[in-house]
């Protein structure tokens, strides 16, 4: 019988179904097919039995490889250097749960951070495995997100980021724009870029639209808000770098500066203001708005 392995420790199992190959066993396969995790590495996580079957029977060195296995494996990073700055739970209840997370962290694993992440900070905090995040926000941008307690309820809170019944507001320092006049809104057509990791602006049907709001006026740095109609890929720092005002500390937007790991100087200055939404449960009108606040150069903040 199929079922899901538990989370260990906040980190749930990833999945892979074995492909066609010639490999003898299970282990020849997994390295071949991740040549990053060292043979070593696999056998020391097989002998902590974190390499599963779909029924979820340890599997071994000696387990024989064969076409459509699904296993389960917990993935690990040697060495993975805690992130310093905490989040705060905002609400909790039976079924939702609404976090304020700090900028450099990740709501999920990604790259070098599988345990150091919003959700796995989360599941051990509260003990509860059960919690999916019902959106994301870049690893950079800080504030409000919200996560499903429960899976009775889950499809009905996800059913409203589909149907555009969440209103997001955000808050962004970026570069003064006085010859544009706002409140204004950003339409384009959003694609994947180069690298890969990135999007840009081309012709064609929109697929992204903003609206930008200025609520300070101080100095060669304004305060905005940007409300997304529309939920694509680094849509409001594409559409801000667009107009001639990237966000503060943006390091992908209008060009990639990278940052070297632990630096944590120069937060990029969005922030995931409040989220908004008539519950699909109660009925009753809820919002959730984050403590934190951006820095403004003026200010020293």
Same mark, same amino acid.
């Given at each position: ?55 979820? /029977? ?21 060495? /993975?250097?805690?992130?310093?700055? /905490? /989040? ?214």
């Amino acid at each position: 019988m199929q079922k899901r392995p538990p989370n260990i420790d906040g980190l749930a199992a990833s999945t892979l179904q074995l492909p066609p190959g010639a490999w003898n066993s299970v282990l020849d396969c997994l390295c071949d097919r991740f040549p990053s995790v060292s043979r070593a590495q696999w056998l020391a996580r097989m002998a902590r039995g974190r390499v599963v079957d779909g029924g979820g /029977e340890a599997l071994t060195p000696d387990s024989p490889f064969r076409v459509g296995l699904e296993v389960h494996y917990y993935r690990e990073v040697a060495d /993975e250097v805690a992130i310093p700055f /905490e /989040e705060n739970i905002l609400h909790l209840d039976d079924d939702l749960l609404v976090a304020d997370k700090p900028h450099f962290l990740p709501v999920t694993p990604a790259g070098g951070h599988v345990h150091e992440t919003l959700l796995g900070r989360l599941v051990r905090r509260t003990g509860n495995t059960e919690l999916a995040p019902l959106h994301r926000i870049d690893r950079d941008t800080a504030g409000v997100v919200l996560f499903s307690t429960h899976p009775r309820s889950r499809g009905r809170y996800q059913a409203l980021f589909r149907q555009r019944g969440m209103h997001k507001t955000y808050e962004a320092i970026a570069p003064a724009l006085p010859g544009l006049a706002f409140p204004r809104v950003r339409s384009s057509r959003l694609v994947a870029g180069e690298p890969f990791f990135r999007m840009r602006e081309t012709d064609g049907a929109a697929n992204s639209e903003t609206r930008i709001q200025v609520m300070e006026r101080a100095g060669d740095l304004w305060r905005y808000r940007l409300e997304p109609i529309t939920g694509r890929k680094h849509q409001l720092r594409v559409h801000m770098a667009a107009l001639g005002a990237p966000i503060v500390n943006d390091d992908l937007y209008p060009v990639v500066c990278r940052r070297e790991p632990g630096d944590y100087r120069a937060p990029m200055q969005l922030l995931a203001r409040q989220l908004a939404f008539v519950d699909p449960l109660s009925g009753a009108g809820r919002v959730f708005t984050s403590a934190l606040e951006l820095r403004t150069r003026a200010t020293g903040d």
